[in-house]
């Protein structure tokens, strides 16, 4: 979808993948999108990685998730005061979500 809107996107497949690319090309991202539930290594373990070794990251991130039910990964977002976004979600909603993220990395 952001492929679409002309935006250079890189997937990942799981957590340990991310890091990879995260640790190498960190500084140039403008966003992350972040699914909670990865294989491997958690989305939230991930993040908490993110905290740590590369914190001017941490508010680039959106997280998403399916999961809807999981009191502790909601009190894990609420704590991490990053925006979340809820699957399924539409693409405006995607846009919405990831237009104040990407205005402050245009001030970068």
């Known amino acids: 979808m952001l492929q679409d809107l002309g935006l250079e996107v ?4 799981d957590a340990e993948e991310a890091w990879i690319v995260l640790a190498r090309k960190g500084s140039d991202l403008d966003a992350v ?6 294989p491997g290594l958690s989305g939230t373990a991930l ?3 993110i905290l740590v070794e590369v914190p001017d990251l941490a508010d680039r ?9 999981d ?12 925006p ?4 399924p979600f539409s693409l405006q909603t995607l846009v919405a979500a990831l237009s104040p993220i990407l205005s402050t990395a245009e001030r970068r």
């Open 10 to 13: 890189t997937v990942s497949a």
């Open 84 to 87: 979340t976004l809820h699957k």
């Open 47 to 49: 993040y908490e990685r």
């Open 33 to 38: 999108t972040l699914d909670l539930r990865l």
């Open 61 to 69: 991130v959106l997280f998403i998730t399916g999961d809807r039910s």
């Open 71 to 82: 009191l502790e990964l909601e009190r894990f977002v609420e704590r991490s005061g990053r």
